[in-house]
DNA sequence: CGATAATGTGAGCAATAACTCGCATTGTCA
DNA sequence: TGACAATGCGAGTTATTGCTCACATTATCG
């Protein structure tokens, strides 16, 4: 029960075992999703995934490792959501620029809302913090960059670091509030509406 | 290690124990940004205490009800502070109504913040989700109010639970964001009108 | 005081869950 | 097909930790 290997523990190569590390992967969010992080065990992840403990230790060094790599799948999702919708940003009036990465979060929490959920809500902050903070400072770096070259007369009289800061905060925090309390509001486009001011009227003059 | 009790256990009555309960608070406070949840053990609460487990276990059922009773008197704090900083907002236009929102919620979070992260980021829903929600449900229905009275034209327009929802999720995120990712900006003036902007543009026609 | 209640003690029990290891099965490839 | 590697198995070990209990100490009050 000591938390010190993060690392792999053996590749899989044969189809075989590439199937037994996607079952236990499935099967720990399934289990995450019902039980929560807590009353996720590895035993019980095993039995699931229709595997034995031991396979298991063969692949991930422990239950942290496995959560994580389920994490991170789920971060280069997000990821490439955000990038799809950013792609021309840069090309895009204000309005439009906002609402594709608005759109792009809220695509991305409604692949697995409940699996979201227990990432957001209880997971203990295991390795992969490291992760989500490159992925804010990525979406950071491109509503700095959006500023810059199209409102430059703002990124004259305010600071930029703390203007991109409450955007990107105010977004996600508001997508995630959605995701916890209001999921019926996902898919309301009244809502996208709500958010895309909220940024657009920040920002302008 | 099951959960099942979460009503106290005793009621202090004479001094001693009330010292015996607030020593065995502040100690898991300590250990809690010290050393996180997880590694926070009832044995060790204990000792840092300068108290016997078992004493412990005469006030508290569980661990569990130690950190539940520890982050009720944070909420506690936290509500106070904001109805501090919005006594009046009924009386106030938007810009001062807003920054006493505002302010409330920072001033709430000057207080302990190694302690604010440490609930905010690691803990598992404790048994007072209830008590949090409670809390977001009056200062939705204050800014709710807030709309409805000062500001009757937007409240026909727009969808009121909908915008008061945005607006208390932005405020809270990037307050939490700022704890966990730019202390430094808790202090800093400028950083609180970018969050009274954000609110009072969000809403203005 | 003396009796009773309140409070405090900490060794150790019990439960749980992460993880190992020796062996079985299945695939690969010459 | 036979030999070696890759993968799979799961009972059992180990360590942790929440929590109890039988007993000691301290307060209260007639």
Known sequence: MQKIAIKPRKQASQARSTATV????RATARILVKRGYQATTTNHIAETAGVSVGSLYQYFPNK??????LLDEHLEATQEFLRRGTANALGQPLEDAARGLIEGLLAAHRVDPDL???FVEELPRIATFERIHQLEQETLGLVRAYIE???????????LDTV???IVHAVEAVTHGVVLFRPDLLED?????EIVRLV????TE
């Open 164 to 166: 991109a800061f409450v």
């Open 116 to 118: 979201h959920r227990v």
């Open 189 to 193: 486009p009244a809502f996208v509406d």
């Open 64 to 69: 942290e490792a496995i959560v994580a790599a």
């Open 200 to 203: 657009v009227r920040y920002v």
């Open 149 to 159: 070259v199209r409102l430059p007369d703002l990124a004259k009289k305010r600071n």
């Open 22 to 25: 996607d079952a236990i992967m």
